[in-house]
């Protein structure tokens, strides 16, 4: 498939639901396998056969909020509504994967709340400051070793009384007679 074609998307709200349940059993099954959580003692955790939990793994179906939540509990984690808008009221595109959203989650440091998000905020701005300064720093010591090669090759050039061409291909002392 090239980069121009896009994949299409049953624009319904039955797909979108299933995409939805199917990206919450996708993310269940990693979860048990991370902790080492089979069928047999997910079944037992709700109160459910292992066909139940194999049915659901393999056809998720319509979950209700309340399963999901206590599904989730069951694999030791928590279960998120989040509404965005991606600007495609007509549902063209599929949703956004819950997975996005976890590892940027991860990448700002896991907040929990406003507090959390502004404490990130002004950490990544302090960062920003020092890489900043820095950078400015490094231009400034770029700045006065350029000047110094600059003074020498004058001094050399006017003791000598010779004339002469600076090469400045490659920013070493690289100068030789002029023609």
Request: with cysteine; aromatic share 8%.
């Amino acid at each position: 498939m090239s980069n121009n074609q896009q994949i299409q998307w049953p624009n319904d709200l039955k797909s979108f639901r299933y995409q939805i349940t199917f990206d919450f059993v996708t993310s269940l099954s990693h979860r048990m396998k991370l902790k080492n959580i089979t069928q047999k003692k997910l079944a037992q955790k709700l109160g459910v056969t292992e066909g139940r939990i194999s049915q659901v793994i393999n056809n998720p179906g319509n979950f209700t909020l309340q399963s999901m939540v206590e599904w989730a509990h069951a694999v030791e984690m928590k279960p998120s509504v989040i509404l965005y808008d991606d600007k495609d009221p007509n549902y063209q595109k599929p949703p956004v994967y819950a997975d996005a959203f976890v590892q940027l989650w991860d990448i700002h440091g896991k907040p929990h709340n406003f507090g959390d998000i502004q404490a990130i905020r002004d950490l990544c701005s302090q960062c920003e400051r020092r890489i900043n300064l820095s950078l400015d720093m490094q231009d400034l010591e770029q700045t006065v070793k350029h000047k110094a090669r600059s003074v020498k090759i004058e001094k050399e050039r006017n003791i000598s009384g010779e004339k002469w061409k600076i090469n400045p291909h490659d920013g070493k002392d690289d100068y030789s007679q002029a023609a």
